[in-house]
Nanobody
Framework: QVQLTESGGGRVREGGSLRLSCVAS????????MGWYRQAPGSSREFIAR??????VKYADSVKGRFTITGDNAKTVNLQMTNLRPEDTAVYYC??????????????WGQGTQVTVSS
């Protein structure tokens, strides 16, 4: 079994900053990539950022220049969010593409962490 554990959500004023972290644990052979998605009330889940084990990163246009994704190691990913806007309010989900201990490619989601930005 694999778990993605997120931390760092909370409430902040517009223009403020937050840092999210996610740790993958359990029956993992290797991680291919980790990333973040978010889902606002009444909206579908949307891609935010992704980093692979070679350090390649990708961002949604809506967060470019404000959010930075980094990996502490192959199983930990962080999302530094700056200049936050009310429209960034959502539940943020960690996601990982990995090979499990049976060498099977799998995709996992974290439980989500709430980020609320007030104006």
């Amino acid at each position: 079994q694999v778990q993605l554990t997120e931390s760092g959500g909370g409430r902040v004023r517009e223009g403020g900053s937050l840092r999210l972290s996610c740790v993958a644990s359990g029956s993992i052979f290797s991680v291919r990539a980790m990333g973040w998605y978010r889902q606002a009330p009444g909206s579908s889940r949307e891609f935010i950022a992704r980093i692979d084990t070679e350090g390649n990163v990708k961002y949604a246009d809506s967060v470019k220049g404000r959010f930075t994704i980094t990996g502490d190691n192959a199983k930990t990913v962080n999302l530094q969010m700056t200049n936050l806007r009310p429209e960034d309010t959502a539940v943020y989900y960690c996601n990982s593409d990995l090979f499990d201990s049976d060498y099977q490619p799998k995709n996992y989601w974290g439980q989500g962490t709430q980020v609320t930005v007030s104006s």
